[in-house]
C-alpha cells in the first residue's frame, strides 16, 4: 500500500490535509503539523496548528473561518476578561476542553505525539497527526517593536510590525517526531506534500529541525509542493507581507527557491510561471474554496507524485 506524507501549517495546510484525507484510505496518510506556534497561556499548552488540522480532518473546524471549533461558545473567557486576565487569545469554551485534556496528559509524561494521537482518534480523525517533533522549538520574530514570540505577533498584534527576521528557538536540540523520522524512512512511502503553508512560519520550523532538509533532499519518494502565492499575493495569512520584509520578493518562484534543495515538483497557478532547473513544474487552479477544490488539489498533488516517481 501506497503511504504519503504532509507537511503542513494551519488553516491553509489543513485545506489540502483534508482533501488528502478524503482522496487517501485510512494508513496511506501522515500529516506532520508545525508546532513552532506553541504556546503557554492562561496555564494552557496550546498547539493551534495541530489543533486545527485535528478539527478540520475531524469535521468539527468553525465553517467559514478555518479554525477553532464549531459552534462555539466564550463564557469562559468572558469571566477570564471580568477578573482581569488576558483575553487577546479567542479560546473557546469547546477548544479549552481540548487544552484542558492535553495539559493533563502532558502532566502525565505522555509526549505530544501520543497526546495527540490520542485527540484525534477520540474525534474520529482516521488517519495519522503527529507534531513535527515532541521537542519544544517557538518561531520567534525580530521586529520593529522589538522580539515577539509567534503568538503574539500574529494575534496580539495582528501582524502589525515590520519583521527583520526568523528564529526557531531550541530547533537545534530538537528531534524529529517518531511519526515524522518514520514515515521518511518507510520504503512504501509514494511521496510527500509540502501544503501551501507559509514558508517561513509554517513550514520553516520543520525544516528547522536537525536532518529535515537532508532527508527530504535524499528520499526516495517525489517531494511535491503547493504555491501559497497567487499573483504575488498571498492565498491566506501574512506571506507576502512578511517575504518582502524580509527582502524577498512574494512570488511562487521565490518559494520555490526556497525549497529547492529538495523539491522534486512544484503547483502553481498559471499566472505564476515558474522555472527551476531540476524542478517539475505544473500549472493549474491551486486555490481551494470548496470540499471539491481540496480533493481535486489532493489528487493532482498525488498525480504528480506518481509522475515524477515514474522518470529517472
Same mark, same amino acid.
Given at each position: 500500500?501506497?503511504?504519503?506524507? =504532509?507537511?503542513? #501549517?494551519?488553516?491553509?495546510?489543513?485545506?489540502?490535509?483534508?482533501?488528502?484525507?478524503?482522496v487517501?484510505?485510512?494508513?496511506?496518510?501522515?500529516?506532520?503539523?508545525?508546532?513552532?506556534?506553541?504556546?503557554?497561556?492562561?496555564?494552557?499548552?496550546?498547539?493551534?496548528?495541530? &489543533?486545527?488540522?485535528t478539527?478540520?480532518?475531524?469535521?468539527?473546524?468553525?465553517?467559514?473561518?478555518?479554525?477553532?471549533?464549531?459552534e462555539?461558545?466564550?463564557?469562559?473567557?468572558?469571566?477570564?476578561?471580568?477578573?482581569?486576565?488576558?483575553?487577546?487569545?479567542?479560546?473557546? &469554551?469547546?477548544?479549552?476542553?481540548?487544552?484542558?485534556?492535553?495539559?493533563?496528559?502532558?502532566?502525565?509524561?505522555?509526549?505530544?505525539?501520543?497526546?495527540?494521537?490520542?485527540?484525534?482518534?477520540?474525534? #474520529?480523525?482516521?488517519? =495519522?497527526?503527529?507534531?513535527?517533533?515532541?521537542?519544544?522549538?517557538?518561531?520567534?520574530?525580530?521586529?520593529?517593536?522589538? %522580539?515577539?514570540?509567534?503568538?503574539?505577533?500574529? +494575534?496580539?498584534? !495582528?501582524?502589525?510590525?515590520?519583521?527583520?527576521? +526568523?528564529?526557531?528557538?531550541?530547533?537545534?536540540?530538537?528531534?524529529?517526531?517518531?511519526?515524522?523520522?518514520?514515515?521518511?524512512?518507510? %520504503?512504501?512511502?509514494?511521496?510527500?506534500?509540502?501544503?501551501?503553508?507559509?514558508?517561513?512560519?509554517?513550514?520553516? %520550523?520543520?525544516?528547522?529541525?536537525?536532518?529535515?532538509r537532508?532527508?527530504?533532499?535524499?528520499? @526516495?519518494?517525489?517531494?511535491?509542493?503547493?504555491?501559497?502565492?497567487?499573483?504575488? !499575493? @498571498?492565498?491566506?495569512?501574512?506571506?507576502?507581507?512578511?517575504?518582502?520584509?524580509?527582502?524577498?520578493? %512574494?512570488t511562487?518562484?521565490?518559494v520555490?527557491?526556497?525549497?529547492?534543495?529538495?523539491?522534486?515538483?512544484?503547483? +502553481?497557478?498559471?499566472?505564476?510561471?515558474?522555472?527551476?532547473?531540476?524542478?517539475?513544474?505544473?500549472?493549474?487552479?491551486?486555490?481551494?474554496?470548496?470540499?471539491?477544490?481540496?480533493?481535486?488539489?489532493?489528487? !493532482?498533488?498525488?498525480?504528480?507524485? &506518481?509522475?515524477?516517481?515514474?522518470?529517472?
Amino acid at each position: 500500500m501506497k503511504r504519503y506524507l =504532509a507537511l503542513c #501549517g494551519g488553516v491553509g495546510g489543513a485545506k489540502l490535509a483534508l482533501g488528502l484525507a478524503h482522496v487517501l484510505a485510512p494508513g496511506q496518510l501522515t500529516v506532520v503539523v508545525n508546532t513552532g506556534d506553541d504556546f503557554e497561556h492562561l496555564g494552557l499548552s496550546i498547539s493551534p496548528d495541530l &489543533d486545527t488540522v485535528t478539527y478540520t480532518l475531524a469535521g468539527l473546524v468553525q465553517p467559514g473561518q478555518g479554525w477553532g471549533r464549531d459552534e462555539e461558545s466564550f463564557a469562559a473567557l468572558d469571566t477570564v476578561g471580568r477578573l482581569g486576565g488576558d483575553t487577546w487569545f479567542r479560546l473557546g &469554551d469547546k477548544d479549552i476542553g481540548l487544552h484542558l485534556v492535553r495539559r493533563t496528559l502532558l502532566g502525565e509524561g505522555l509526549s505530544l505525539s501520543a497526546v495527540t494521537d490520542r485527540i484525534a482518534r477520540r474525534l #474520529g480523525v482516521a488517519h =495519522a497527526i503527529a507534531p513535527m517533533s515532541d521537542g519544544a522549538v517557538r518561531t520567534l520574530l525580530d521586529t520593529d517593536a522589538g %522580539p515577539l514570540s509567534f503568538q503574539h505577533y500574529f +494575534v496580539r498584534e !495582528r501582524c502589525a510590525p515590520v519583521v527583520t527576521g +526568523v528564529r526557531y528557538a531550541g530547533a537545534e536540540h530538537a528531534r524529529p517526531s517518531p511519526a515524522l523520522a518514520a514515515a521518511l524512512a518507510d %520504503p512504501a512511502l509514494a511521496g510527500i506534500v509540502v501544503c501551501p503553508s507559509n514558508p517561513y512560519l509554517s513550514i520553516g %520550523p520543520i525544516l528547522a529541525l536537525p536532518g529535515v532538509r537532508r532527508l527530504l533532499a535524499g528520499a @526516495a519518494a517525489p517531494v511535491v509542493a503547493v504555491a501559497p502565492i497567487v499573483g504575488r !499575493r @498571498a492565498i491566506k495569512g501574512p506571506t507576502a507581507k512578511l517575504m518582502r520584509e524580509l527582502g524577498v520578493e %512574494p512570488t511562487a518562484a521565490a518559494v520555490a527557491a526556497h525549497y529547492a534543495d529538495f523539491l522534486d515538483g512544484y503547483l +502553481v497557478d498559471p499566472a505564476d510561471p515558474v522555472e527551476l532547473p531540476g524542478v517539475a513544474v505544473a500549472a493549474g487552479d491551486i486555490v481551494m474554496n470548496t470540499l471539491a477544490d481540496k480533493t481535486a488539489l489532493a489528487r !493532482r498533488c498525488l498525480d504528480f507524485c &506518481d509522475e515524477l516517481a515514474g522518470r529517472p
